[in-house]
C-alpha cells in the first residue's frame, strides 16, 4: 500500500458517517452478515450431526466382534482363550462375550422386531451409561428395552414384555412352533441412536439361553478399543492371529457408508448455502457502483494527478474491502450465535426414524470457520472487483463537463 493509498484508506476509516453509513452499504453489510452467518451456522450444525451420530455409532456397538467363521456358538473354552490372549494388548480397553438374536416382542396385538442382547451381569455391562430409568444390573426374569420400543408397545417400567422366537428347526403341519416368555421390564435404555432404542432388548445370559434352548457359549465376543478410529486395522491383526476358525468384524464395516453419506451432504449443503453469500454479493456490486458514480470527481482529479487506473481500482477495493472482512467476521460470531441457539432451543427435535438421532447439537472447528472464511473472503472481493472496471472506462473530461 503506497502513501497515496494510506491516506485515502484513514481518511475514509475516519469519517464514517459520510462513508459507511450509506443505504447501500448498510445492506450490503447486512447481506454479508446474514448470508456468512447461515452458512457458518449450516456447517456447524452438520459437523455437530456427523460427530453425534458417530459418537453415538462407536458408544452403541461394540468396535470389533469377534464371531465364529462358521456362523456358529463361540464356546466357554474359546471364549476364554480369546479373551485372555486379546486382553494383553493395550489398544483393549475391554472384552466381554454376548448373545445376540433378533427376535419379537409382544404386547397384547402390538408385535415389533427386535435384536436381543444378552450379558453376563455378574461382568462389567458396557453400556450402562444409556440407563436413564431403572436398574442397572439384571435378575433373571427382568429385561432392559428401548426407549422407542417401549412406547410404541405401550410399556413402561414394571410392565411385563412377551419374547417370542420362531424355532425354523420345529416345522409343524400347522406352521412353525413358536418358544414364548414373559420378561418384567427392569429398565429403560436411550442412547439417543433411533434404530438401537426402537429395536434392542437386553437380558441375561441365562434367560436368552432358556428362550432360545441354547447351549453354554456367545456369539459374539465385544471388544471395545482406546481409539476406534483405528478398528479396521486391528481387526485384519486379529483376525490373523486367532486363525480360520474366527473373524475380527470392525464397527465401520457396516458404518462406513453410512459415515461417508453423511459427509457427502455436509458439504453439498455448504455449497449450496455458498450460493447466499454469492446473492449478498449483488448488493456488494450494487453498493461498490454507487460508489464509484458518487465519486467520480474524486477518481478524476486522483487522474489529474497522475493517479493510475489499477491504482484506483485498488484504493476503491481496499476501501471496501476492509468492510467487507469486518461483515463477515461478524457473520461468523453471528453463525456461532445461530448454532448456539439451535443446539440450546427444546421446541424441535430430530426426527430419529429420519435422520438416525434425534438431538441437534453443533461443532464449531477452526478448519470449518477458516473455510468459511477464505470462500465468503473469495466470492465477496470477485463481486468487488467487477463493476471497478468501470473507472478503466471512465474518461477525465467527461466528468469533467458532467460535473459542471
Known sequence: MDKLELFFIKRYL??????????????????????????????NLFQGYESNLKSLLLDSFAHIGIQSSYG??????????IINQL????????????????????????????????????LEFPYQKYINEGAIKLQSGEVIVGHYLAEELGLGLGDDIELNYPRFDRITPLGLQTAQNRYKIAAL???????????????TLDDARALMLLPQ??????????????????AREYSEDLGQNFIALPWNLYAESLLRLVAMEKWLIF????????IAGINVISAVSTIIIDKRSEIAVLKTLGASPRTIKRLFALRVGVVAILSVLIGQVFGVLLS????????????????????????????NLLIVFLVASFLIFLCVLFPLRQIQKMQIIEVIRHKH
Open 14 to 43: 475516519k469519517t464514517p458517517k459520510r462513508n459507511l453509513f450509506r443505504f447501500s452499504f448498510v445492506f450490503m453489510v447486512l447481506g454479508i452478515v446474514l448470508s456468512v452467518g447461515i452458512l457458518s451456522a449450516g456447517l
Open 72 to 81: 456358529d456358538l463361540i464356546s466357554e473354552q474359546d471364549s476364554a482363550t
Open 87 to 122: 486382553s494383553r494388548k493395550a489398544e483393549i480397553i475391554s472384552a466381554i462375550p454376548s448373545l445376540e438374536y433378533p427376535l419379537l416382542a409382544q404386547k397384547g396385538d402390538k408385535i415389533r422386531a427386535i435384536n436381543l442382547r444378552a450379558y453376563d451381569f455378574s
Open 189 to 203: 435404555y436411550r442412547s439417543g441412536y433411533y434404530e438401537s432404542d426402537r429395536s434392542l432388548v437386553i437380558s
Open 217 to 234: 457359549g456367545y456369539s459374539k465376543i465385544e471388544l471395545r478399543l482406546k481409539d476406534a478410529d483405528k478398528a479396521g486395522f486391528f
Open 271 to 278: 455449497i449450496v448455502f455458498s450460493f447466499l453469500v454469492l
Open 340 to 367: 448456539w441457539f439451535v443446539e440450546k432451543q427444546s421446541f424441535y427435535r430430530l426426527k430419529g426414524d429420519v435422520y438416525f438421532i434425534d438431538t441437534l447439537g453443533a461443532k464449531i472447528t477452526f478448519p
